[in-house]
């Protein structure tokens, strides 16, 4: 008898695995991947170190919105989109993001940035934290007539903050502030309600092993009468062994409190309360089953026991969560894979190449979850999505097409999706099959009028990445206002961030970008086109302004056509020209014409300096260096701001010399070389 019961017992197992295997085969039929690449990570040592998310780097720009604050911490969450952004009905808007000036690998600095759209005008940038000790990954809320936010202090303690009012600078810590025990807060405040719900992962592997907990406070954060509760669920019977470090998002709405979490090595599950999170009230419902319980990194993923490690189809953690009117839930994910073919390391490789996304609602149930592969944009439409992306695939800890956030318009409940994802041919070698190529990030939108059931096309809504802006992290307010969707992100000029543990990118600014995107944004539309020039004799030098576009036709106005997006032009004889700019994008195309005046030609010795002078880069932090060749008169230097306004006078030395502009505001100047016979022209970018 015993015999038999062993045999029945093991014949489940084998049944079990075959069924998982099976069903992670047909996951993985499902997904599409631009290589086979893959990053190795690693359960943190402390709330510092990346989990399996890494992000950006520098920049000046102020491209695609407005340009609120800046950062040397580039990176801004771990998981899903974080709480970073409130919308009032008055036309005011306050953000929140981890902030710092240090260029140092510790940031001693790092804290919370604010600022505060007053209807107008933002305030001024802010250089400093709120806090006087260190900090990190605020999460902002409005409770009453003030906001409050919440933030870790890496030694496993949430820090409180709250002001006198929205758009206030005068910030008071909470009484209970760093009693709460946690990382990594994510809260919630449902409208006109004192309830505030918080989410902190737990890093005291001692305790709780890195397992979500969360919080409640019933009186706006005077007091707390729920600490520490595991909802359930969480355990090593349900398959978790960890889970932290930002997979998870929370709304309220009334009494009703709404979770989706999970990291990419464990269960995605939702989890609703319609009591205020009182204990007890949970239910918890599974959308996606990862094959391997109490996962750690330490077993060889082999679910078809051949003794080989197989890839396992996951989401990446990076979730969005939504509320229809009907009290419904919604949750979209980023797809990826998990591969552990090393043992005892509690280490295992995702692939950041996996396109797609994970889309769920209540009435698909338990354990069912529809595959949006519409989410992956062929760019330049020649039927292969991947084969314009840089060979080098940057650490961001999700796939291909992830960091959804999403919103909802009340009054007609569509739901506006909003993610990033690689844009063909933009790496800076222009050549994708250079081992460093490094594609660029754009923000891409669609949307749902039916909760679901059909989706629009997704629209590109930065345009920014083919000129080499890498845009990332998105966050949205929960609800659109005024007919727009608000939405904060981050851009710098290079993919990848400075936390990476192979090849981290150099620290520097990475810009904190807000914009209002109007809803006809998410459909096609034509570009803007503009130019401004400046003249010298018979050269001109012609500054692309054009919003919106990718490729660029001049028509100089005397039979002269050109593709570069800045170019110089010279015209043979005194006249007016109509010189016309037509600039493209994807979707359209516009043109601007505007009459350039010629009333003094170019003399020999024009020609002879500028064929003598090099300088470069022409894209530059602040260094920019002077070839001087064959040019015997004494050489001066101007520098002019796109405004026409000059800034600086320097001499120029004979042969090689180098000037730094380190001290000028990021953007576009001219140079302009003056000898006693002579000018010509040359512009620069500078970037911060």
Same mark, same amino acid.
């Given at each position: ?115 505060? /759209? ?10 400093s934290r709120i806090e006087d000790y260190r900090t990190g990954f605020p999460t902002i809320v409005n409770v009453g ?83 520490? /509760? ?71 993923s082999d679910i078809t026991g051949d003794g080989v490690a197989d890839t396992l189809t996951s989401h990446d953690g ?31 490789? =995702? ?76 790496? =800076? ?89 109007? /809803?006809?944004?998410?459909?096609? =539309? ?163």
């Amino acid at each position: 008898m015993f015999y038999f019961l062993m045999a029945v017992s093991i014949s489940g197992v084998l049944q079990a695995q075959n069924a998982t295997a099976s069903k992670n085969s047909e996951l993985n039929r499902l997904t599409k991947s631009v290589s086979d690449q893959s990053i190795r990570v690693s359960k943190p040592a402390d709330a510092d170190i990346p989990y399996q998310n890494s992000f950006y780097k520098s920049s000046g720009s102020r491209a695609g919105g407005d340009f609120v604050g800046n950062t040397t911490y580039d990176l801004p969450t771990n998981g899903s989109s974080p709480s970073r952004l409130l919308v009032y009905g008055d036309g005011t808007i306050s953000v929140a993001w981890t902030g710092s000036t240090s260029t140092t690998d510790a940031r001693p600095d790092r804290g919370t940035f604010y600022n505060h /759209y007053d209807g107008s005008s933002w305030g001024a940038i802010p250089d400093s934290r709120i806090e006087d000790y260190r900090t990190g990954f605020p999460t902002i809320v409005n409770v009453g007539d003030h906001e409050m936010y919440f933030v870790h202090d890496g030694s496993n303690n949430i820090g409180i903050f709250e002001n006198e009012e929205p758009g206030s600078t005068t910030w008071t810590e909470n009484s209970n502030s760093l009693d709460i025990k946690g990382t990594w807060p994510r809260a919630a405040v449902a409208e006109g309600s004192n309830y505030v719900h918080l989410l902190v992962a737990n890093d005291d592997a001692a305790n709780q092993n890195d397992y979500m907990i969360y919080y409640r406070s019933p009186d706006g954060g005077a007091t707390w009468d729920i600490q520490a /509760y595991r909802l359930p669920g969480i355990d090593t019977v349900t398959g978790y062994n960890i889970m932290g470090a930002e997979c998870y998002a929370i709304r309220a709405i009334g009494s009703d409190v709404y979770i989706a979490a999970g990291n990419s090595v464990n269960d995605l599950a939702v989890w609703k309360s319609t009591s205020n999170g009182d204990v007890g009230s949970w239910t918890r419902t599974r959308l996606i089953e990862f094959p391997m319980p109490n996962f750690d990194g330490n077993t060889v993923s082999d679910i078809t026991g051949d003794g080989v490690a197989d890839t396992l189809t996951s989401h990446d953690g990076s979730i969005a969560l939504a509320i229809d009117d009907e009290g419904m839930m919604h949750v979209w994910a980023g797809v990826t894979r998990i591969l552990d073919d090393v043992a005892d390391d509690a280490g295992w490789s =995702y692939f950041p190449g996996v396109a797609g996304m994970w889309y769920w609602n209540e009435t698909f149930g338990a354990d069912s979850v529809q595959y949006l592969d519409f989410t992956l944009v062929d760019w330049d439409g020649d039927g292969d999505p991947f084969l314009g992306i840089g060979a080098d695939l940057p650490n961001y800890g999700c796939g291909f097409t992830s960091m959804p956030a999403v919103t909802i318009d009340p009054l007609t409940g569509i739901m506006y999706v909003v993610y990033t994802q690689m844009i063909e041919y933009t790496d =800076y070698f222009e050549d994708p099959t250079i081992e460093e190529a490094q594609s660029f990030r754009d923000l891409f939108g669609f949307y749902t009028t039916d909760n679901g059931l059909s989706w629009s096309t997704p629209i590109n809504l930065s345009y920014l990445a083919e000129q080499n802006y890498e845009n990332v992290s998105p966050t949205l307010f929960w609800s659109t206002v005024d007919n727009k969707v608000h939405t904060l992100w981050m851009q710098d000029q290079e993919p990848g961030n400075s936390l990476e543990n192979e090849t981290p990118d150099a620290i520097g600014n990475n810009d904190i970008i807000y914009r209002g995107f109007d /809803y006809s944004r998410f459909e096609p =539309y034509d570009p803007t086109a503009d130019y401004s020039f400046i003249t010298t004799n018979n050269q001109v030098v012609f500054d692309n302004l054009s919003v919106d576009a990718s490729e660029y036709l001049w028509d100089f106005g005397d039979g002269e056509l050109g593709n570069l997006k800045d170019p110089t032009h010279i015209y043979a004889s005194v006249g007016a020209y109509l010189a016309c700019l037509t600039a493209t994008n994807v979707y359209g195309e516009d043109q601007t014409c505007k009459t350039v005046n010629i009333t003094q030609t170019t003399n020999i010795d024009d020609l002879t300096l500028d064929k003598n002078i090099s300088v470069y880069p022409t894209l530059t932090a602040g260094n920019v260096t002077i070839e001087v060749k064959a040019v015997t008169s004494d050489l001066n230097l101007e520098v002019y701001s796109i405004q026409g306004e000059k800034i600086m006078q320097v001499p120029v030395e004979q042969a090689s010399s180098q000037i730094n502009l380190s001290n000028l505001a990021a953007g576009k100047y001219f140079l302009k070389f003056i000898s006693h016979s002579a000018v010509t022209i040359r512009q620069i970018d500078l970037v911060k």
